[in-house]
Every structure is written in structure tokens, then in C-alpha cells.
T-cell receptor, first 115, second 113 residues
Framework: QQQVKQSPQSLIVQKGGISIINCAYE??????FPWYQQFPGKGPALLIA?????SEKKEGRFTISFNKSAKQFSLHIMDSQPGDSATYFC??????????????FGKGTLLTVNP | DADVTQTPRNRITKTGKRIMLECSQT?????MYWYRQDPGLGLQLIYY???????NKGEISDGYSVSRQAQAKFSLSLESAIPNQTALYFC????????????FGPGTRLTVL
């Protein structure tokens, strides 16, 4: 059972455009929602994250929008650049006991930004 | 991330062979993870370890085993490799407390013929 659904699977955007990637979840036990960015030949790396008590978090050109009631969150990349071309994973964290947590990842979105 | 290293980076093997993938970290983190990445399937958790004596199965542990030799080392073994284990394998670490951000190694590309 996939607990975090991510869409689209791939996305092509022109330079300067806005890239939007969406994720949805069902488990209300999730308490933290990070996004990871993966360049070809590299491991994923944390890009930006949000807690469910806020509706938006912005870091430079990257913004997470969070809708707790709809159990959805999305990544917006403003003024998309060719250097943003990468695979993006949303994730959700839940406590498994004590101070231990586990991340569940979406299936990823391959973003291509054309010059 | 240079603080998390994986060996080998690439490996081609034959069906039925035993394979070990190794992960080492210098971040001092107590938590380590093994993931498998297949196109269109994202990152699937194979095994995770919250400390040296605490090892847990993930979503897709069948056909795999792990060993946590020390806080800094976490190895993944394929006892008898099969072609559908051809994938990109990532090791990750995280620190107890805080946001539990995971730091990934560069990956091992495994091909089973």
C-alpha cells in the first residue's frame, strides 16, 4: 500500500516557468513532510521540509504548500532553471516508537527544465 | 555526500552469486538505512537500524539480509542474487532527534545477469 502518492511522474517546464509537484497522504500519523532532490548519479538530498502546523514554507525559489485538511502538499519551483532538472521525492515521517521515526517516500517526479 | 560512502559503486554479477554491498559513515549518526531505487518506483526501504543492536525489516526485505558491524558500518547482502534485484541501492544515515533528516550515500548500481 502506497502511503504517499506523488504526481506527476515526469514534468517538462520551460526556463523561467513554475514547476509544481503534488503529493497526497492518508495516514494522519505523519508529522513532518520533507522534499528530497536527486541529481543524476547522486543520492537524494534534503531540499526543503514543512511541519503540518504551517501552511507554507519558502526557501528561495522553492515553496512548500501544505493543506492539512485535504492531506495534500506540493512543491513549487518558481523561475525554474535548467540546473533544477532532477528527480524530486516527497516524503512523510511518522513515529515508530520512542524517539524513532520512519520516512515513507513518494515515487518521484523527474523534472526537466528546458533552456 | 562524502560523509556516507558506499562500495562498490558499480557491480555486475551472475544469478545465484552472493553479493555484499557496504556502507560506511563518518557523520557519527546512530541510524542507518538501505534503500532500493527502481525507475518509477521511487525509494523502497529494505532494512533499517536505529542502533547497532536494533535492526528492522523494511518494505521489501525478502532476498536481502544486513549486518551492522559497528555504529559506522552497515552492510547489505544478497545471499543468492536474482535478475529482478538489478537496481540502484542507497545507504542513508540519520541522527536521533531533531528532524531525522536522512543523508544518502552516492549509491551502488547493481546488475544481476
Amino acid at each position: 500500500q502506497q502511503q504517499v502518492k506523488q504526481s506527476p511522474q515526469s514534468l517538462i517546464v520551460q526556463k523561467g516557468g513554475i514547476s509544481i509537484i503534488n503529493c497526497a497522504y492518508e495516514n494522519t500519523a505523519f508529522d513532518y513532510f520533507p522534499w528530497y532532490q536527486q541529481f543524476p548519479g547522486k543520492g537524494p538530498a534534503l531540499l526543503i521540509a514543512i511541519r503540518p502546523d504551517v501552511s507554507e514554507k519558502k526557501e528561495g525559489r522553492f515553496t512548500i504548500s501544505f493543506n492539512k485538511s485535504a492531506k495534500q502538499f506540493s512543491l513549487h519551483i518558481m523561475d525554474s532553471q535548467p540546473g533544477d532538472s532532477a528527480t524530486y521525492f516527497c516524503a512523510a515521517r511518522r513515529r515508530t516508537g520512542g524517539s524513532n521515526y520512519k520516512l515513507t517516500f513518494g515515487k518521484g517526479t523527474l523534472l526537466t527544465v528546458n533552456p | 555526500d562524502a560523509d556516507v560512502t558506499q562500495t562498490p559503486r558499480n557491480r555486475i554479477t551472475k544469478t545465484g552469486k552472493r553479493i555484499m554491498l557496504e556502507c560506511s559513515q563518518t557523520k557519527g549518526h546512530d541510524r542507518m538505512y538501505w534503500y532500493r531505487q527502481d525507475p518509477g518506483l521511487g525509494l523502497q526501504l529494505i532494512y533499517y537500524s536505529f542502533d547497532v543492536k536494533d535492526i528492522n525489516k523494511g518494505e521489501i526485505s525478502d532476498g536481502y539480509s544486513v549486518s551492522r558491524q559497528a555504529q559506522a558500518k552497515f552492510s547489505l547482502s544478497l545471499e543468492s542474487a536474482i535478475p529482478n534485484q538489478t537496481a540502484l541501492y542507497f545507504c542513508a544515515t540519520s541522527e536521533r532527534g531533531g528532524t531525522d533528516t536522512q543523508y544518502f550515500g552516492p549509491g551502488t548500481r547493481l546488475t544481476v545477469l
